[in-house]
């Protein structure tokens, strides 16, 4: 186990709507990133939070965000949902200087 | 051109054999390389990180990096059933806060059979 929780574990939207999706860090773990995997694909770095601020996004739109909270909870948000956000969202979370990062189990979200 | 490319298999090998993925990557700003292991429905687990140049061993596991030519292996030896997962090279250009930006390549599904 990896001290990373993840939750729901899934998800049914339809297209348009939006969803909230929510991770649980380790105690000390000030970084945590986001990735979307679609099926039969490696991850996809969507952004990345240090000490609740933003630190880096990759290629997504703004109707994604997220939020980092003090007590190592983050959450990311999906604003007007489309049908190719389906896929496996990931987070994953470190500490400073670490060379490991740990994986949630992720959510499955389909968009209908 | 994708910034990481991996042999995407699948790959199905007899238990006891040795096995080979691989994954090449065009920006030469990467320092850090990776193999995660990934099984059904889990969230993907680090295996392998390195660095540099060279071989790194871990049990029955060895990453191979070689900057020059921008290709990264992760040899398996003695395979077991066990080790049937979907395998992820990934990259990162730093480390620090920076760590967390991963390239992945899209993941070699691999399976081990009795």
């Known amino acids: 186990e990896t001290g990373v929780t993840q939750s729901p574990t899934h998800l049914i939207k339809t297209r348009g709507q939006q969803v909230t999706l929510r991770c649980s860090s380790q105690s000390g773990h000030n970084t945590v990133s986001w990735y979307q995997q679609a099926l039969g694909q490696g991850p996809q770095f969507i952004f990345q939070?240090?000490?609740?601020?933003?630190?880096g996004r990759g290629n997504f739109p703004p109707r994604f965000s997220g939020l980092q909270f003090p007590n190592y909870s983050s959450e990311l948000n999906v604003n007007a949902l489309e049908l190719d956000d389906s896929a496996l969202y990931l987070c994953?979370?470190?500490?400073?200087?670490?060379?490991?990062?740990?994986f949630g189990p992720g959510t499955r979200l389909l968009v209908l | 051109q994708k910034e990481v490319e991996q042999d995407p298999g699948p790959l199905s090998v007899p238990e006891g054999a040795i096995v080979s993925l691989n994954c090449t990557y065009s920006?030469?700003?990467?320092?850090?390389f990776m193999w995660y292991r990934q099984y059904s429905r889990k969230g993907p687990e680090l295996l392998m990180y390195t660095y540099s140049s060279g071989n790194k061993e871990d049990g029955r596991f060895t990453a191979q990096v070689d900057k020059s030519s921008k290709y990264i292996s992760l040899f398996i030896r003695d395979s077991q059933p066990s080790d049937s997962a979907t395998y992820l090279c990934a990259i990162t250009n730093a480390g620090g806060t920076s760590y967390g930006k991963l390239t992945f390549g899209q993941g070699t599904i691999l399976t081990v059979h009795p």
């Open positions: 994953a979370s470190t500490q400073t200087g670490a060379e490991t990062q740990y």
């Open positions: 939070y240090y000490r609740e601020e933003e630190n």
């Open positions: 920006n030469s700003a990467f320092q850090y």
